[in-house]
């Protein structure tokens, strides 16, 4: 039985699905009170190098902590749960390919994400679906729209960020120093209203942006 660990804000619930987990057969799980006590519970278990399943509340997270955890524990499978359907959080999920849930009335859901979890499959809870489906259509149109919207260097820095490339790589591309790269992508997440440049481009990657041709892109004085 793969190992569990619950991560969120509200105690009393988090207590809950601890013990309905337990119930359902999951005995090895354990909750814990901070984001310090999850990175070292999850160190812990990437060392046994078998999957375990990590259970946070989207609520609490940012795209650098989710990005954090994905990077780390590559043995980690994520379910990403809020007592109640949030947009901001199910979006979070999405970017990382993770399952989400709102537990409502109905803790069963917690069970299916978990299956599809560890099968490296991303599962959203049918509540979440009614409730959000519609404003996620919307977002990811509003998204690309506005990613089209941005100037052609300012696409290719982001794409290429998105492929993994650093700045100093990207700057030799366009002829940019990597202090100027990186000041524009924290201009490019200022446009398009996300915190950091981190999750400008989980958004590109997410969204699949296109790049224009270098040719077509303004080199720098």
């Not at 359907?85 to 917690?110: M, R, V």
């Amino acid at each position: 039985m793969n190992s569990t660990i619950l991560y969120g804000s509200d105690l009393v619930a988090v207590e809950g699905l601890r013990a309905y987990l337990s119930d359902q057969g999951y005995g090895n799980t354990n909750s814990v009170n901070s984001y310090r006590d999850l990175l070292s519970s999850a160190k812990f278990l990437e060392e046994l190098n078998t999957p375990f399943i990590l259970i946070v509340e989207g609520k609490i997270l940012d795209c650098s902590q989710l990005q954090q955890l994905t990077s780390l524990y590559t043995q980690a499978k994520f379910v990403v749960f809020d007592s109640f359907a949030d947009y901001d959080s199910l979006l979070l999920a999405l970017n990382f390919n993770s399952s989400y849930i709102s537990l409502g009335n109905n803790p069963q859901t917690l069970l299916q994400a978990i299956r599809c979890a560890l099968s490296d499959a991303a599962y959203i809870c049918p509540q979440s679906k009614v409730k959000l489906g519609e404003c996620v259509f919307q977002g990811q149109r509003k998204s690309r729209q506005a990613l089209q919207q941005l100037s052609p260097v300012d696409r290719i820095i982001l794409y290429q960020s998105s492929r993994g490339l650093t700045q100093e790589q990207i700057g030799k591309l366009i002829s940019y120093t990597p202090v100027n790269v990186g000041c524009r992508l924290r201009g490019i997440a200022q446009k398009l209203g996300l915190q950091d440049k981190q999750e400008a481009i989980s958004l590109a990657i997410d969204l699949g942006l296109k790049a224009p041709e270098l040719e077509s892109v303004p080199m720098a004085a």
